[in-house]
Structure formats: C-alpha cells, structure tokens
C-alpha cells in the first residue's frame, strides 16, 4: 500500500507500448462504487472474493502492464495465477515512505485506525514475505521518481527476456 502500483505500472506500460490495468479500478468500474464502499457492504473477504476473480480475468490477457491491490498477494491462488502468468515485480516502499503517500491518498479502508503506523506494519509484516516468495523483480521505491522506478524494472524485464 502506498508503494506506487498505479501510478509506476502506468509509466511502465507507456514505456512498454502495452495496455495497463488497474484490478482495483476494474472492480471500481464494474461495481459503480468505491472499494472503500465494498469493505463497507462486504466486507474484506467479500472484496477479496472480487479481487480474486478479477485477477484471474486479468492474468489470462497476454501483454498488459497489471497494478493491483497491496493485499491481492494474500490469497493462495492470486499468487499462483500472477507468478505463473506474468512477470512479478515488487515495488518495496518503507512504513514511512508508505505512511506519507497515503495520508495524501484516496480512502483507504485498512488504514482508517487510530495507528495508521502499527497497522502498516502489521500489514507488511504478513505481505513482505509473499510478494518476495514471487516476485522475479524487486525495485526499491523510497525517494525516488516514479519515471526512475518505471525505468528500472523496464530494464530488468528487458534483462530478464534476454536471459530466457
């Protein structure tokens, strides 16, 4: 949460010439609400449960940029379908780093606590192994331009076809 997902993943997809996809906004886009709303209605099992279909929609197109949600590494089967169709890249941000992008950020449902720091830490805690467990690439985010960031993992998916 607050590494860049969005914003890098659209860069990355201009310097790529390939569509970008944002399951997040698709489920926005679908429903006609807000994720924050679905929490609310559904609660997180009841977003995961869409977060889940909707990757598996979006891992079966060929050639996309694909930014998902912070927790989509959560689920068993979200991690299979993203490692084994496409190039994971994890976009590895500091507690502080994330606390100061998303104070300025949309609503954000998990974050909305008396510890905004404690909850991301306890966030992390559980979703830093996963997305290392599957990431191919891994680019450190803190202080960075996102233009930088979007041009280090183009270069590091261009290493990594050259090597297959």
């Known amino acids: 949460m607050g590494s860049g997902k969005s914003a890098v993943g659209r860069q990355l997809a201009e310097r790529l010439r390939l569509p970008f996809a944002d399951s997040d906004g698709e489920i926005e886009a679908r429903t006609g609400v807000d994720i924050a709303y679905i929490f609310e209605r559904e609660g997180e099992a009841g977003f ?43 976009l ?31 966030l992390m805690s559980v979703r830093d192994p996963l997305y290392r467990s599957i990431a191919k690439i891994t680019v450190q985010t803190d202080g960075r331009r996102l233009s930088s960031v979007a041009d280090d993992i183009a270069k590091a998916i261009s290493e990594c076809s050259e090597s297959t």
């Open 48 to 90: 995961r449960a869409r977060e889940r279909d909707m990757i598996d929609e979006l891992t079966k197109r060929e050639g996309i940029v694909l930014a998902t949600g912070g927790g989509a590494i959560l689920l068993p089967e979200n991690r299979e379908r993203l490692s084994a169709r496409g190039t994971v890249v994890f």
């Open 92 to 122: 590895d941000a500091t507690i502080d780093q994330q606390l100061e992008r998303t104070r300025r950020g949309r609503h954000r449902p998990l974050l909305e606590t008396a510890d905004p720091r404690a909850r991301l830490e306890e």
